[in-house]
DNA sequence: CCGTATCCGCCTTGATACTG
DNA sequence: CAGTATCAAGGCGGATACGG
């Protein structure tokens, strides 16, 4: 396969992508918002979360937490009982996860006034 | 204002709002893949990272590219000369947001085998 | 060369109603 | 209580054409 153009770097290009496809599912917006209150909650129940996180329906709910069932994130335990419950926690994988956005989420808090005021600045101009 | 509840952290639940809607807007697919490009290639035209960013559309890089601007993440600087050349570069705050994201991209990195394994793993269930 | 404007299809999301 | 099904609506993103 010869040499590799020379603006390649670490990884190949493919990996790139995927790694990139992988990032745009984690990143979303309910994820991240399912995620941090099963951090900070432990393990709780469908209805639990479906109350604790703001605005989200419950089509949301279900999709965003498949989602992260599939992808290794949360485990579901079902207690065959009537009416059902059904527990969701986070995998070892999920709480890395979980570590790896602090990075972002301090970044966040930390220049969300410095983003406000490039914003005001911003459009201020003409 | 007396007490607040004990379910309450740090932040205040208005900031964590805001703070999430920082978090969506910069999470963005076409954002993240700007921010490597610039970060890779330095101050480069608009042409460049046109060619540079696999798939991205005009639109969709100006728009992108605008709201980095407002958002304080890139300098947009305009040379008047006949063809128009237009640089963009990452400020400081920029910069650190590449940082914080550096945790996001080697988490996907390092699991994503583990995550297409758990996916294989669902998809066969039943 | 860089950017805007317009149109349009599609996908995501939310609301609602229903089942085990 | 937890989840599925269906439908309508809105926003996102792509293609194209044009302007500075």
């Given at each position: ?44 129940r ?32 079902v207690h065959p009982v009537?009416p059902p419950h059904v527990d ?39």
């Amino acid at each position: 396969m010869a040499n590799q153009p020379i603006t390649s770097y670490s990884t190949a290009p493919e990996v790139d992508a995927l790694v990139n496809d992988l990032i745009g599912r984690v990143a979303d917006k309910w994820t991240l918002l399912v995620l941090e209150q099963l951090e900070e909650g432990g393990e709780q129940r469908f209805g639990a979360l479906a109350r604790a996180v703001p605005g989200i329906s419950q089509k949301m709910l279900t999709q965003t937490l498949r989602a992260m069932e599939r992808d290794g994130l949360v485990i579901r335990t079902v207690h065959p009982v009537i009416p059902p419950h059904v527990d969701y926690r986070l995998t070892t994988l999920g709480h890395s996860l979980g570590e790896a956005f602090c990075g972002v989420w301090h970044w966040a808090e930390a220049n969300l006034a410095a983003v406000q005021r490039s914003r005001s600045a911003f459009d201020a101009r003409d």
